[in-house]
């Protein structure tokens, strides 16, 4: 059974930082290109950063040079490490991990709120 568990959420001043982690299990996490999305209050679900099997990385532009994914595949975990953060960055922060079968990021977790004050 397939499980990503996502922790290092919480509540953050404007310019501070945070750092979530993805615990994976049930995959052959060193096989597998992982990603962050993120679901802003009201609006849909966006991706926020890739990292693949080799640990070459992609940004979306709204997060280039503040944030940072990276991943351990000893501990099957992957990190996104924010900095600056704005108050538009507040989302629920889900970890994704991609099926080459379907072409799509069709494992994730529960999500971790991220929650910025201005």
């Known amino acids: 059974q397939v499980q990503l568990v996502e922790s290092g959420g919480g509540l953050v001043q404007a310019g501070g930082s945070l750092r979530l982690s993805c615990q994976a299990s049930?995959?052959?996490?060193?096989?597998?290109?992982m990603a962050w999305f993120r679901q802003p209050p009201g609006k849909q679900r966006e991706y926020v950063a890739a990292i693949n099997t080799r640990g070459g990385t992609a940004y979306a532009d709204s997060v280039k040079g503040r944030f940072s994914i990276s991943r351990d595949n000893t501990n099957s975990t992957t990190y996104l490490q924010m900095n600056t953060l704005k108050p538009e960055d507040t989302a629920v922060y889900y970890c994704?991990?991609?099926?080459?079968?379907?072409?799509?990021?069709?494992?994730w977790g529960q999500g971790t709120q991220v929650t910025v004050s201005s």
């Open positions: 994704g991990a991609y099926q080459p079968e379907s072409r799509q990021y069709g494992y």
């Open positions: 049930g995959i052959t996490f060193s096989g597998k290109s």
